[in-house]
């Protein structure tokens, strides 16, 4: 609701309340097809750095892992990613020797459970951490993130929600808005 009322201006249109129109730490959007939740991934890995943690959130069947399997194609990947659902972490290289882990919380209940897949020891070993289920392990997550949530709309459509969290997400977040949304880009 605005604080203050609309007030006509002398063109006959009105002058609102300032709303802003994008927030540079949030960005929502649909994905029509499990294709084009890959092709988003490919384009979010591309932006990827030493130490980046990402959090896919969102109930079974919601897109986390065909994005995350995107993100690794993007990335580099030399090896297909797949859901890490039974063993935990799925670790992938790349050509230069970068690591990216792909972690499924699912099956953590605490923070004891956490402390056996050795978060801390990943990122410091430079990896890329890409965690389905961070609500499983959310003690062990750090404060600078980039956390994305997906919901089911249809058997093709998702709602895909990225929250950034620090000046390194919000400006990888700014690059995957600016890559993935010009006009023709996906």
């Known amino acids: ?3 203050r009322p609309l007030v006509p201006l002398r063109t006959g249109r009105y002058n609102s309340a300032p709303m802003p ?3 540079s730490h949030a960005l929502d959007f649909i994905s029509y097809s499990y294709d084009q939740t890959l092709r ?3 384009k979010l890995g591309q932006l990827l750095k030493p ?3 990402l959090c896919l959130s969102g109930n079974l069947g919601s897109g986390k892992t065909a994005l995350a399997i ?9 090896e297909s990613a797949n859901s890490p659902s ?3 972490v799925n670790e992938y290289s790349r050509a230069d020797g970068a690591q990216l882990h792909h972690m499924d919380c699912y099956r953590l209940h605490n923070s004891i459970d956490a402390e ?6 990943r990122l410091q070993s ?4 890409m965690v389905e289920w961070p609500e499983q392990i959310e003690d062990w997550i750090p404060i600078q993130r980039l956390w994305i949530t997906m919901s089911f709309i249809t058997e093709d459509k998702r709602s895909i929600e990225i929250r950034a969290d620090g000046d390194r997400f919000a400006k990888l977040l700014s690059e995957f808005r600016k890559n993935s949304f010009q006009h023709g880009s996906t």
Do not use: K, N, P, T
């Not at 995107?70 to 030399?78: E, P, Q, Y």
């Not at 056996?116 to 020891?121: F, G, N």
């Open 1 to 3: 609701m605005c604080s």
């Open 126 to 129: 430079g990896a890329v951490l």
């Open 51 to 53: 130490q980046d943690f």
């Open 86 to 88: 039974y063993i935990l």
């Open 70 to 78: 995107g993100i690794a194609r993007g990335w580099g990947s030399l």
């Open 116 to 121: 056996h897949i050795c978060i801390d020891e």
């Open 40 to 42: 988003y991934g490919v």
């Open 21 to 23: 129109i994008m927030d």
